[in-house]
């Protein structure tokens, strides 16, 4: 028998091995996660700071996971993958002398050490990326076999490292101690119930350290709980029916795990109760200990557990599909200096995380999937991302200097939709500011500083320009000559008619009571009280994006997983916002149309704006984006004119006159003279209803006309 385990567990090692290889020369791994983990260890490795640029926040901010510092060593991707299918394959053995112990035969025992290495959960989570807590499912078997063999230095061992792996473990380790009180062991008990919640309590402290006294953003996956009966009894029924439900026998053993079914169960997202990831790393050892207790019980016939054979390697014949198919050409990525920062693609991002500054596009020009914010789990799922119109998408282009981006020649534009992928690489094209090379690598034409690009100001007016609101680092303003007024954290705000309500969108949750939704919301707020606008959506897919006011009534609102205005039937990705039902959507092909949101009718152009009987909008003329009336060519040079206002009666247009270098300009013109003046130097210049005043943007600053 001993031969067979040793043979059986060396086969497992060499084709996951080969497997998670084949999957990574093919491009089937990426950024997240595995990118996060091997940049994490480089950095560890070299002794330099342990801020994630693939993450946007430091390392115990993501996830507690001191374990990189021992594995730091095996920082190349290859070799994180590896050792997580050497040790993945060492958890046959302990399960072989657990089986053992209590059956006292060899053979099912055996039997047992092998359906460990057929599960599909451990297939999933050895052939998804590296995850520190997938190396759980070993190192838990090699605790319960050191409590029931009584080596206790190998029981305290194995759950030490354990709680190394992830914040969550402590829970896991301190039921643990539930086992030893079985075995009639009190003070083992007690000593890992000590160590379980000593783990706990280190861990969330550690991270909310490392979040600078913010909690970490995985609690928002339970601000809302996820309720849906067919959903759980399908995810249980996957967890049980690869072991012929034989752990529902022993399901005494099962305690440990109670809390993270339960969690995977509540958790508004949907990955966690699927195999096709790793969350069932921690389960699985305790499945298979039930599952012992249930062979005892009830032994299935030899058909049963053929059947149970082929549905575990069928479930994954798609992964080995892929793993055998043609590998791209890697050699581009390799010619890339070490020392260069890069804005890649999920999955050749993976092949590039040997340096500081790896980002995964479109940061850092635009925030995705960043930092520790609720949103950013939204974000992670593909149910987020709002590109930035050309004129601040062009300054953010301008103001980062990224050495060289990296896009992936499959068709995967994760996190970003298709539709926005393409529509940045038209302006990026068009920006001139990198050369495009071979295997989807463009490099900056000129070198410059890597910064990333504050939040914008983008003020808007009321009607007679007495009253402004924007946003900044304190949230949302409201002002006047006399004062200023922080409403609440918050972005994009729009102000009423007649300055008595303003409206901003805001991802802090709690504003309001029932805001749990864990996205961001539109709120308005009037007499000193905040209402939320954004209709319930499924929690964890609502996010809202844009509100615009009439007169004193809010009109639209972007909302939903698809980014379109609401009310209203408005298809595709809307790039918002919206003036008089006419707004900016983003065709498949990345080309920018002005759409009516109740008609229907569209043309090219974008950031559309009604006054009078004026529908003025920029179009591209010339590889230039220009202002144009109707059909009428407003301005005509070789730069952007972009950000149209118009004042209620449509006599006045305020805009951005925006160089491919140096600073842009605010430019007012009289469209019943043509006499036209620059303002001042900025951008994202908002006229009121009465043309009186213009306000503008400065850097961190607002311009005023008249002064």
Excluded at 438 to 457: F, S
Excluded at 676 to 702: E, H, K, M, T
Aim: proline residues 8%.
């Amino acid at each position: 028998m001993a031969r067979s385990l040793a043979l059986a567990m060396l086969v497992y090692a060499l084709i996951f091995s080969a497997w998670s290889l084949a999957l990574h020369a093919r491009l089937d791994t990426g950024i997240f996660d595995l990118g996060i983990h091997t940049q994490a260890m480089w950095l560890l490795w070299q002794g330099l700071p342990d801020f994630l640029t693939t993450r946007g926040t430091t390392i115990f901010g993501d996830h507690f996971t001191p374990i990189l510092y021992l594995l730091c060593p095996l920082h190349q991707p290859q070799f994180i993958l590896v050792f997580q299918a050497l040790l993945l394959a060492s958890g046959a053995y302990p399960m072989y002398r657990l089986a053992l112990h209590e059956l006292k035969q060899p053979r099912p025992a055996l039997g047992f050490a092998l359906a460990y290495l057929l599960q599909p959960g451990l297939w999933s989570a050895n052939l998804f990326d590296f995850h520190t807590s997938t190396l759980a499912a070993p190192l838990l078997l090699w605790a319960l076999w050191g409590l029931h063999g009584g080596k206790l230095w190998l029981y305290g061992g194995c759950l030490l490292l354990s709680l190394t792996l992830g914040e969550a473990l402590g829970v896991t380790v301190a039921l643990v101690g539930l086992e030893a009180w079985r075995l009639g062991r009190p003070r083992v008990a007690l000593a890992t119930l000590t160590l379980g919640v000593a783990g706990c309590a280190l861990a969330l402290g550690a991270m909310r350290w490392a979040n600078q006294g913010q909690p970490s953003q995985y609690q928002a996956l339970y601000s809302g709980l996820h309720f849906d009966p067919l959903a759980w009894l399908l995810y249980l029924t996957l967890l049980l029916l690869p072991l012929g439900f034989l752990p529902l026998a022993g399901w005494p053993r099962l305690a440990p795990v109670v809390p993270v079914i339960v969690g995977n169960l509540l958790s508004w997202r949907e990955g966690q109760r699927t195999l096709d990831h790793h969350y069932l790393a921690t389960i699985l050892p305790f499945l298979m200990w039930a599952a012992v207790a249930g062979w005892r019980r009830w032994r299935p016939s030899w058909p049963a557990l053929l059947l149970l054979t082929l549905l575990s390697v069928g479930l994954h014949l798609s992964q080995l599909e892929r793993a055998l198919g043609p590998a791209p050409n890697l050699s581009p990525l390799a010619q890339i200096p070490r020392e260069a920062s890069v804005s890649a693609d999920n999955a050749p991002g993976a092949h590039l995380t040997q340096r500081q500054n790896l980002f995964l596009f479109p940061n850092p020009f635009q925030p995705l999937c960043w930092g520790n914010r609720a949103q950013a789990l939204v974000e992670t799922v593909g149910e987020a991302g709002h590109p930035p119109l050309p004129g601040q998408l062009q300054r953010r282009l301008r103001q980062c200097a990224v050495d060289y981006l990296v896009f992936s020649p499959v068709q995967d534009s994760w996190p970003l939709r298709p539709a926005d992928k393409a529509y940045w690489l038209r302006e990026l094209r068009r920006s001139g500011r990198y050369i495009e090379q071979a295997g989807g690598v463009w490099q900056r034409r000129h070198k410059g500083p890597l910064t990333i690009p504050p939040q914008e100001l983008q003020p808007r007016l009321s009607a007679d320009g007495r009253h402004w609101v924007y946003s900044d680092s304190r949230g949302v303003v409201l002002a006047s000559q006399d004062s200023e007024t922080v409403v609440a954290p918050g972005s994009q705000p729009d102000i009423s008619a007649d300055a008595t309500q303003v409206a901003f969108v805001s991802e802090s949750d709690r504003l309001v009571p029932g805001d749990n939704n864990a996205s961001a919301d539109c709120f308005v707020w009037y007499d000193q009280l905040l209402r939320r606008l954004a209709p319930d959506g499924q929690i964890g897919h609502g996010t809202a994006w844009w509100p615009r006011f009439s007169s004193h009534q809010v009109v639209a609102l972007g909302y939903g997983a698809q980014r379109q205005p609401q009310p209203g039937p408005g298809t595709g990705l809307w790039l918002g916002p919206i003036d008089h039902d006419w707004g900016t959507v983003i065709a498949e092909d990345g080309h920018l149309l002005c759409r009516n949101s109740k008609t229907g009718r569209q043309f090219p152009g974008c950031t559309p704006v009604v006054g009078g009987s004026r529908l003025v909008y920029a179009r591209l003329l010339n590889g230039h984006y220009q202002i144009f009336d109707q059909q009428r060519a407003l301005t005509q040079g070789p730069e952007d004119c972009l950000e149209p206002g118009l004042s209620g009666d449509g006599r006045w247009l305020v805009y951005t006159r925006q160089p491919q270098d140096g600073p842009s300009a605010v430019v007012l013109q009289n469209l019943s003279t043509g006499g036209q003046q620059i303002l001042g130097q900025g951008y994202n210049p908002c006229i009121s209803g009465d043309g009186s005043r213009v306000v503008w943007a400065n850097d961190q600053q607002l311009g005023h006309w008249p002064p």
